[in-house]
């Protein structure tokens, strides 16, 4: 245990916030926090409460306290279940004989109130909307106005939404039925309105501490703000840089101002990766410029990879053909993941392993932390489903402008959400990370595509795979460079045919050429680094040429014959 960790499990502070960085070890953390401070007789197992925000996550942290001692005694549960307990103790205790009944799944429900012409995306997006609207305590009077000045993004009318809305919300009330979010409602009720009560229930849970705490949304911090009495204690762990349910309803905020909510709280920041390579540490870091560095604490592995494919079907073939080479010796399918930023990318990766008998799962969104349940098959999930979770060997796929970021991310806050995302993607890996992303897809119509942003801005720090580069490609870039310099210093241009620089000067004028015609900086059109690829792979046609994800693909079939003939 490190100095910085064992400072948070040993820590007397009434309100305690600890900053876990991605890998860091935060559940191991607070699972010892609580033994400690039973061990300390700080707190009492029976009144102590840790909360998390799904039942996975609550088990898990119940099984790592089993072999703790009195730690095994702690309570924990999600913030629904626990209210649920509650609220149903109550209506007990008030003599309620008919009591409402549970929607489990509001989708479902909500679906007999939408009319039967509504496809998917349009039920989807009202169900969203009606999640974060309820996560944030807005009323059905106030959902438009809210969503306007939240930014919200009208897939459909905010206007249709509030009339499924209310609807929703008056066919509960009739059928007498109530849903999650009521539950969390009515227990914050229930302890408003009855001090003896709440003071009853302050007792029974004093201490309390809580999981992925920049997860919670105002209506579970409302409610965990009514279960805190005076003399009640308070620790959360959280990373803020995996802040990715905004959409959700989630609020970062009472992570990151802890200290206003809590003026006496203290605060410790762990940075000491255990999780992944350096080299994937350094990429993963790098896609959040403001975020505090972490210290990489495992040994050095190979660089991250990148490729381009053609379409969607040659890339998940190629991941497919990836995860069989990979699982061999120690590494099974199960030490893999391939993981896409939408449901709708996940088609062509089944077809493709089910071509090579791959045994794969594809896990739901709300089954984020889902255990394999001993099977050895990749799962094939979603950045949200990801959450969480670790594996040897990450496949990212479809890396693509669209979908990194998102396309209809278009505010400040949304880019930032997006950015985080895919650094919870990124530091998923623990050995091995692969990124692919296609030029071509087909999303309604085919269309042509680019690659992410990120790749460009992390390109620096990845790997051309499967190129296997005699010389490191940032060295070459650099003798390129100098090279050039040096050529259009002398005017020396009659290099020998068969040289490393003679091929430089030809690209060299290639580009100029093109951008020339163009109106453009030659750099724009082949960087260096791109020259740099090309001198090392000397490609013998088309497909060589879209190994290299430096060039773009209008370059390759405008100009691509041209290049290759350099080389032959």
């Not at 008919?98 to 929607?103: G, K, N, R, T, V």
């Not at 071509?355 to 990749?378: Q, Y």
């Amino acid at each position: 245990m490190t100095s910085s960790q064992f400072d948070a499990v040993r820590s007397d502070a009434r309100h305690l916030r600890i900053l876990a960085g991605a890998g860091t070890g935060k559940t191991r953390v607070l699972t010892h926090r609580i033994a400690y401070q039973i061990n300390a007789v700080r707190i009492e197992p029976e009144h102590s409460l840790c909360l998390a925000f799904t039942n996975k996550a609550a088990t898990e942290i119940k099984r790592r306290m089993e072999s703790m001692g009195e730690a095994s005694l702690v309570d924990a549960g999600t913030f629904h279940s626990i209210a649920y307990r509650q609220v149903k103790a109550r209506w007990k205790d008030l003599g309620v004989r008919d009591e409402p009944d549970l929607i489990s799944n509001r989708a479902s429900y909500l679906s007999r109130i939408l009319p039967k012409s509504f496809d998917n995306a349009e039920r989807n997006f009202i169900l969203a909307e009606i999640n974060w609207a309820t996560a944030r305590r807005i009323l059905v009077d106030d959902y438009i106005s809210e969503a306007e000045n939240a930014g919200r993004v009208d897939i459909f009318p905010f206007a249709s939404v509030a009339e499924y809305f209310r609807k929703y919300s008056e066919s509960k009330r009739k059928g007498n039925f109530i849903d999650f979010d009521d539950i969390i409602q009515l227990a914050i009720k229930f302890l408003a309105e009855d001090a003896n009560y709440a003071e009853a229930r302050h007792w029974k849970y004093r201490d309390l501490f809580v999981d992925e705490f920049q997860d919670v949304n105002p209506l579970q911090f409302a409610l965990l703000q009514a279960w805190l009495g005076s003399r009640s204690s308070l620790t959360v762990v959280g990373d803020p840089c995996q802040a990715i349910y905004s959409w959700n309803g989630a609020d970062s905020r009472f992570l990151n101002d802890f200290e206003k909510y809590f003026p006496d709280s203290q605060t410790i920041v762990l940075k000491d990766n255990f999780r992944s390579s350096p080299e994937i540490l350094a990429l993963s870091s790098s896609i959040l410029p403001s975020m505090d560095r972490l210290n990489p604490k495992m040994q050095s592995g190979r660089l991250p990879t990148i490729r381009a494919e053609l379409d969607e079907y040659e890339e998940a073939r190629s991941v497919a053909n990836m995860v069989k080479e990979l699982s061999v010796g120690n590494t099974l399918l199960g030490d893999q993941a391939v993981l896409v930023r939408t449901h709708a990318q996940i088609p062509p990766i089944i077809e493709a392993f089910k071509e090579r008998d791959i045994k794969f799962r594809v896990p739901s969104d709300s089954e984020s932390g889902a255990e394999l349940n001993g099977d050895d098959e990749v799962q094939i999930l979603t950045l949200h489903a990801a959450k969480g979770l670790e594996w040897k060997i990450v496949h990212l796929c479809g890396v693509e402008d669209g979908f990194h970021p998102i396309a209809h991310a278009n505010t400040e806050l949304a880019l930032g959400e997006e950015r985080r995302l895919f650094f919870v993607g990124l530091t998923r890996a623990e050995e091995e990370l692969h990124i692919s992303w296609a030029r071509n897809r087909s999303l309604g119509s085919r269309r042509s595509r680019k690659p992410s942003t990120y790749i460009k801005e992390l390109s620096n720090l990845l790997d051309p795979n499967p190129l296997r580069f005699g010389t490191d490609t940032k060295v070459l870039s650099q003798r390129i460079r100098e090279f050039l310099r040096s050529r259009n210093a002398t005017s020396q241009q009659n290099a020998p045919t068969n040289s490393e620089e003679s091929f430089v000067e030809e690209l060299d004028l290639i580009r100029r050429s093109i951008a020339k015609s163009n109106d453009s900086k030659p750099e724009m059109v082949l960087s260096d680094e791109a020259i740099a690829a090309l001198v090392d792979l000397k490609p013998k046609s088309s497909e060589d040429l879209g190994k290299i994800p430096q060039i773009s693909s209008v370059v390759i079939d405008r100009f691509g014959e041209q290049i290759i003939k350099i080389f032959s």
